[in-house]
């Protein structure tokens, strides 16, 4: 069952956490890759440890006061949240700004409650006082009850994991019906956020749209993430850390479709609905460290057997999950969306970036 009966004209996107990873990305394809998408980008980013701005140098030069806008601003930061509400005339938000790494979250949650939890909570305020009817400027106020309208042409797409599911056996998969079960403070403070995303839909009618995806791969990852991590080690003669027994099995999808299916979504999702967006890649981390050490091996020259010697098995990450599987008929189904990125392809595309990074 096909249905793209809604089309959403989005103008004026503010791009929450631009200088990280996918968002950074998913600023990329939007403007140099979806021929379609005619507007302009506001990329809000706090530039933590885990944001770089000077990824999108070049993008800034092409596009910058024009298509593209960035502003050195925190999410949590309610008053810098509603000016670029109502400087940029905000319709659409994609929200992928957070705090994202689940070892992070386990030494000191702190910043993932405010960030994620907080963080989201403010943008759906300000998202709501913006976009309620009679207050096209957006200025800021919050209506008192929840039975104010709200304009149409508008959407805020939430960005979340599959992580927030919980963790499966050797069978089966995530639906996007499967009850929320998060195990760390990282994937609880995701799921926080959506539940209070889906909550403003529900009692405040604010339009909106989630997706739930699995690992993400690809170039600009920053390298305390397993497969840039590995990369970079072997690259430098490093120990390749493997939690546990190296089992433990993710679903892999290569960022670029990761944010195409995120495009359709803003286009055509039906406001209200949750989509699952995933690899149908399921492998055990030892089985992807092998591949990329047969990747490294054969564009460095190095010996395999060497890079070998170097795995190093540590002792398993608390509460580690054991496994994550995504069912994407629903998006597939509904808006036509297809993985495009062949593994290995993607892989070696990955390995070539981190070669040129260290060169
Ligand atoms: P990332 O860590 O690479 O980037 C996060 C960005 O958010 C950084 O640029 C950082 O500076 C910014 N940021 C953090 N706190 C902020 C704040 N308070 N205000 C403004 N900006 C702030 O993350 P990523 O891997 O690109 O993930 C992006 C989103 O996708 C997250 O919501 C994550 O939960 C979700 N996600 C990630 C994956 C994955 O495999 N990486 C998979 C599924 C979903």
Redesign the pocket.
């Known amino acids: 069952m096909k249905s793209m009966k809604m089309i959403r004209s989005l103008q004026n996107i503010l791009v ?10 998913f600023i990329r394809v939007m403007l140099e890759k979806t021929p379609d998408f005619t507007g302009r980008i506001i990329n ?9 701005a000077a990824s999108l140098t070049d993008i800034e030069k092409k596009y910058g006061g024009s298509r593209y806008h960035f502003e050195h ?5 309610k008053a810098a949240v509603d000016n670029i509400f109502k400087k940029y005339a905000i319709d659409t938000v994609v ?7 689940v070892d992070r979250s386990i030494v000191k949650p702190d ?1 993932f409650i ?3 939890v907080m ?1 989201t909570f403010t943008l759906l305020e300000a998202a709501r006082a913006a976009w309620r009817n009679g207050n096209s400027a957006g200025n800021g106020v919050v209506p008192v009850a929840g039975g104010d309208s709200i304009r149409s042409g508008v959407v805020f797409h939430q ?5 927030v599911y919980g963790s499966l056996g050797d069978s089966g998969y995530f639906t996007e019906t499967t009850p929320y079960s998060p195990r760390s403070p ?1 994937s609880a403070s ?1 799921a926080g956020a959506d539940h209070l995303v889906m909550a403003y839909h529900h009692t405040y009618k604010l339009p909106v749209t989630l997706s ?6 690809g170039p ?3 390298p305390e ?1 397993l497969i840039p991590l590995m990369i970079l080690n072997m690259l430098n003669g490093k120990p390749l850390p493997v939690y546990g027994d190296g089992k433990n099995i993710r679903d892999w ?1 290569f ?1 670029e479709d ?1 944010n195409r299916a995120v495009w359709l979504i803003l286009k055509h999702g039906r406001t209200g609905e949750k989509y699952n967006i995933g690899g149908e890649n399921e492998l055990e981390n030892i089985h992807l460290l092998r591949l990329l050490m047969k990747i490294v091996a054969k564009k460095t020259g190095r010996d395999i057997k060497e890079i070998e010697k170097t795995i190093n098995f540590v002792k398993d990450r608390p509460g580690h999950d054991r496994r994550y599987a995504i069912d994407c008929s629903k998006i597939k189904n509904e808006l036509g969306w297809q993985q495009s990125v062949n593994f290995e392809e993607g892989l070696e595309k990955t390995v070539d970036w981190y070669i040129d990074l260290v060169r």
């Not at 929450?16 to 990305?25: D, E, K, L, M, V």
């Not at 601003?73 to 930061?77: C, H």
């Not at 960005?159 to 992580?163: A, H, N, P, Q, R």
């Open positions: 929450t956490g631009g200088a990280g990873f996918i968002g950074g990305n809000m980013d706090a530039l933590t440890y885990a944001g770089d601003k925190d999410i949590r930061d929200h992928f700004a957070a705090e994202t790494h910043d405010t960030t994620n963080g960005i979340s994991t599959d992580e990282y995701k739930n995806c699995s690992n993400n791969y600009y990852q920053f993430k999808l960022v990761h």
